[in-house]
Nanobody, 126 residues
Framework: QVQVVESGGGLVQAGGSLRLSCAASGRTFDMYVMGWFRQAPGKEREFVAAIHWSGGRPLYADSVKGRFTISRENGKNTAYLQMNILKPEDTAIYYC???????????????????WGQGTQVTVSS
């Protein structure tokens, strides 16, 4: 069982920045991916970004390209989501997830991930 814990959420004004962290522990994969999803009130959970532990080009949702950056720190089994130029529509609960990285492509659907964190709230005021 993999434990996934997010941190770093909070309240920020539009145009501001936040950095989310995701720490994974427990059973580890030889190769794995870490992804970020978000869910706003009344909306479905949507993909935000993903990164493979071995490196390579990350994957981003169109809505966050150029504003969000996903990165990883291998020694700490931790991934980060740097969020800049935040907008009120970025308000949501942000979830980190870990999945099997054996696929040739980064998964952008929830089904591609097996272990999830509890989420961290991000609120962007206008």
């Amino acid at each position: 069982q993999v434990q996934v814990v997010e941190s770093g959420g909070g309240l920020v004004q539009a145009g501001g920045s936040l950095r989310l962290s995701c720490a994974a522990s427990g059973r580890t994969f030889d190769m794995y991916v870490m992804g970020w999803f978000r869910q706003a009130p009344g909306k479905e959970r949507e993909f935000v970004a993903a990164i493979h532990w071995s490196g390579g080009r990350p994957l981003y949702a169109d809505s966050v390209k150029g504003r969000f950056t996903i990165s990883r720190e291998n020694g700490k089994n931790t991934a980060y989501l740097q969020m800049n130029i935040l907008k009120p529509e970025d308000t949501a609960i942000y979830y980190c997830a870990v999945g099997d990285g054996s696929s040739a492509t980064l998964p952008n659907a929830a089904g591609g991930y097996s272990d999830w964190g509890q989420g961290t709230q991000v609120t962007v005021s206008s």
